[in-house]
Every structure is written in structure tokens, then in C-alpha cells.
């Protein structure tokens, strides 16, 4: 009895030893496996945060459904491209670009000049906001300048044959005839938007600053929706039938409340604003430089 008790706790004692052996071994590999993978493994790059806001030029406001494509630049060379679209915020937010990497940024947007400039990604958090442009005619010294014929002088101004106006002396373009009928300022902003006046493609609302150099208190004219008061315009090129007009929001106005509307007068040169009216809006743009040849008798006194 006492043989067979010991035989059997003898190899008890056998397949025990022997689990604890493969217990051991396969504890070690785990451990080495692991530490290899350890050694093995790199954290990823840090990323920076990139807002994008992309607004019209004329006005401010948002864009929306502009592709913004970024191109992660090695040297001169593209390394490939991702790209989004803007929100009805304008907006669009990309926050998987290593720090430190070169990036060339292309925004299209259809019926604007396509944007593209590049910028390094030094910190964590950029906001970059784009300001699209119309297209233009580029100008050029080259190019004659002559297509468009003139229709009649006053003083500064030059009347042409394509509907505008150009005062010499500020440099800018004035449509000759205001824009439609009275309203809102959203009214106002989309009749410049869609002006297409001479050919061009990037009237905008003036400033009151800008009416003001249309106002000459020496000069009187009569109009019917003048209120039976004259109205001072400092030319008879530019067609000006009412008292008030559309302006941009500029310092020195005479608020009259919280919210209002930004107009210039004629009738006495005030640049104002006004609440729950509508008004006209005369689209300006910047002109080109040009050669303006002169007589004898333009050079007189």
C-alpha cells in the first residue's frame, strides 16, 4: 500500500514540476514579445488645429461649399492633397497636419478668383481667413486702353460710352445709374454682387467717405424724390434721383440708435444711418491706373 502512495505522489509531483515549466516559459515570451513591440512602436508627430474661413471679398460674408485643399509640401515637391468643403459658416477645420510641415493652400470657389498661398504650421492652433475676389481684367500697359469711348467731361469727371463714370481725382469708378429700385441692405449687397456694369465683376457698396466725394454743396439739382429739396451732387454724370443712399459703415457717422442703416445723404452731405428704411445703392469699384492725355486747353487754370 505504502509503494503504490508513494508512486502516485511521485508523479503528482512530475506533472506539477512540469506546469510550472511551461507556465514559466510561456510568461517569458509573452514578456520579450512585448518588450519588442515596445521598442518598435513611435509615437505620432504632434498635430496642429487649422480653421479656414473663407468669406466674399465685397462684403464679408461666408462662402459656403468652397473646396479648401491642402497640399503637404517636401521641399518643391507635392506630397499629395486633402480636401474639403466650406459650412454655411464659411468655415472648414482640418486638425491632421503634423507640426512643422509645409503646407500649400488652394481654395476654389466658383465665380471667384482661385486662391492659393503657402504657410508653415508653427503652432497648434491656426485661423486663416481669405478674402475672395471677383474676376477681373487684369490690366496691362500694353493693352490699349481705348476700347471703351468717352461720352462726356465735367471737371473730374469722364463719362463712358459702357455705362460708368470716373472721377480723376479719387481713382474711382462709379456705375452712372443707381442700381434698381429702394432696398434692404441684403437688396443692396446682391445688386453689386451681380453688377456687371462696363464688364466688371467687382462693384461693391461705397463708404460714406466715398459718397462724400460725390457731394458739392456749390452745385444744386432738382429731383422729384428729393423730398422738393435740391440735392447737391458734384456732377451731372452720375445719375443722382434721390436723397439718400446705401453706404458702408464707416467711424464718424451719427448713430441714431443700436441698429441702423449706413447712409450718405445729398441733400446736406450727412453721413448717417437709418432704421426700417429702404434706399438705393450706387456701385463703385477702384479703377485701374490710366494714361489721361491732355490739350492745351485741359492744362489751363
Not at 471677383?134 to 500694353?142: K, V
Not at 444744386?220 to 424724390?225: E, K, Q, T, V, W
Not at 457717422?253 to 446736406?268: E, M, Q, Y
Request: contains cysteine; glycine residues 10%; proline residues 6%.
Amino acid at each position: 500500500m505504502m509503494p503504490m502512495m508513494r508512486s502516485s505522489l511521485f508523479r503528482l509531483c512530475l506533472v506539477v514540476a512540469s506546469l510550472g515549466l511551461v507556465l514559466s516559459s510561456l510568461t517569458a515570451g509573452a514578456q520579450q514579445n512585448a518588450s519588442n513591440r515596445g521598442r518598435k512602436y513611435k509615437l505620432p508627430p504632434p498635430t496642429a488645429r487649422i480653421e479656414v474661413t473663407v468669406v466674399r471679398d465685397v462684403n464679408g460674408k461666408p462662402i459656403e461649399n468652397a473646396a479648401v485643399i491642402f497640399h503637404p509640401m517636401a521641399g518643391e515637391k507635392d506630397k499629395g492633397n486633402m480636401e474639403l468643403k466650406t459650412n454655411e459658416d464659411g468655415k472648414a477645420v482640418i486638425d491632421v497636419l503634423p507640426m512643422g510641415d509645409t503646407v500649400r493652400l488652394q481654395i476654389i470657389a466658383k465665380g471667384f478668383q482661385t486662391y492659393g498661398d503657402d504657410f508653415k504650421i508653427d503652432k497648434t492652433s491656426i485661423a486663416i481667413d481669405i478674402r475672395m475676389k471677383r474676376p477681373g481684367e487684369q490690366y496691362s500697359i500694353y493693352k490699349p486702353q481705348s476700347e471703351k469711348k468717352e461720352t462726356g467731361r465735367d471737371g473730374r469727371f469722364i463719362a463712358y460710352d459702357d455705362g460708368t463714370a470716373l472721377d480723376t481725382k479719387t481713382n474711382l469708378m462709379w456705375a452712372a445709374q443707381a442700381g434698381g429700385e429702394d432696398v434692404t441692405t441684403h437688396g443692396a449687397n446682391t445688386i453689386v454682387e451681380n453688377c456687371h456694369v462696363g464688364g466688371y465683376t467687382d462693384w461693391r457698396i461705397p463708404t460714406q467717405d466715398e459718397m462724400l466725394g460725390l457731394y458739392d454743396p456749390a452745385k444744386s439739382i432738382l429731383s422729384g424724390n428729393g423730398g422738393g429739396k435740391p440735392l447737391h451732387v458734384a456732377t451731372e454724370l452720375i445719375n443722382i434721383d434721390d436723397d439718400c443712399y446705401h453706404a458702408s459703415r464707416v467711424s464718424g457717422t451719427d448713430p441714431v440708435g443700436l441698429i441702423g442703416i449706413p447712409i450718405f445723404c445729398f441733400r446736406d452731405g450727412r453721413r448717417t444711418v437709418a432704421v426700417g428704411e429702404l434706399f438705393k445703392v450706387l456701385p463703385v469699384r477702384s479703377a485701374a491706373p490710366t494714361v489721361q492725355s491732355h490739350s492745351a486747353a485741359d492744362s489751363k487754370p
